[in-house]
């Protein structure tokens, strides 16, 4: 799907929720960075359905054997609409400095944002510059998204709903940001970073694997809206936001559905739980 289509999508959403559309305006200024991205001269993996499929097999994300070396000078605009976003939630100006310093400085490259096993970029960025990772997962999304998708974009039709079963999104190794429940009744897992889409098991946690019924939860907003739940785990306490398409039909894309629903994002959080890459919301209370 086109940036300028997701732009209408968040048009329309906030034209739903029109009480979300100031505290949320800096997502409009995100998706409008991600439509000014251009693919000139950029290549495409084009790995056949066969060298996919053999990696999916091992549980391999395609980006962890086909790295891609994205240009820095092509992306300073993500880089620093990103940045710009951070700074106006306020209480994240020392990981804006320190990522900014080691940027120009050519300390760090965008495969430092890339996903990694079991986390969101490399871990010196956390470590050796200073960044937090709810600040690294952002960013992460923030500046790779438009890129990734682009990237990917030949390999999404090898991927059949049998061919991976693992938590993370199999094109970029990030954890989900979204899920869906289909029409058919699957669970179809979104992957915000690179825009990658996968059936998942309904009653598995997609992030620790958990699959006793039990510590599985769903939890609701004080205000219910039909089609719309939390999953969560009662081992690891993550969440993820699902929307379920047989009822809810003409919602927007897994991104526009999840940046348009913080009120869901405060419910998990007070209960306690928490998710990889944290909503714009959960940024601006911890910067708080």
């Known amino acids: 799907m086109g940036y300028a289509k997701l732009l209408e999508e968040w048009d329309d959403l906030l034209a739903r929720r029109p009480a979300f559309r100031e505290p949320l305006a800096p997502y409009g200024a995100l998706l409008e960075s991600w439509a000014r991205w251009s693919e ?6 084009r790995w056949t359905a066969q060298e996919c499929q053999e990696r999916w097999q091992r549980e391999v994300p395609l980006l ?14 993500l880089v620093a609409t990103s940045l710009e976003l951070l700074s106006g939630l306020g209480g994240h100006d020392d990981a804006i400095r320190h990522f900014a310093e080691a940027w120009d400085a050519g300390e760090i490259n965008p495969a430092a944002l890339y996903p990694g096993k079991g986390r969101i970029g490399a871990a010196r960025l956390e470590e050796g510059v200073g960044v937090p990772q709810e600040v690294v997962s952002f960013l992460a999304c923030g500046t790779l998204r438009p890129v990734l998708d682009a990237y990917f974009a030949e390999c999404r039709s090898h991927l059949t709903g049998t061919a991976w079963a693992v938590g993370v999104c199999p094109f970029c190794g990030a954890p989900p940001g979204f899920a869906d429940v289909t029409e058919g009744g699957q669970r179809q897992l979104a992957c915000h970073v690179c825009g990658g889409g996968w059936v998942f098991p309904r009653l598995h946690c997609p992030f ?3 699959q006793t019924a039990k510590d599985l939860v769903r939890l609701d907003a004080e205000e219910r809206e039909e089609g719309y739940f939390i999953s969560a785990c009662l081992q690891c306490r993550a969440y993820v936001k699902e929307l379920d398409r047989r009822v809810r039909w ?19 959080s007070r209960a306690g739980y928490w998710r990889p890459l944290p909503s714009l919301i959960q940024l601006a209370r911890r910067a708080s």
Do not use: Q, T, Y
């Not at 000139?40 to 993996?45: A, D, N």
């Open 250 to 268: 003409n919602a927007g894309s897994a991104l526009i559905e999840d940046w348009g629903s913080p009120h869901f994002d405060l419910v998990a």
């Open 64 to 77: 962890s054997e086909a790295p891609l070396s994205i240009d820095r000078d092509g992306i300073e605009d």
């Open 40 to 45: 000139e001269g950029f290549l495409r993996l």
């Open 208 to 210: 620790c694997g958990h």
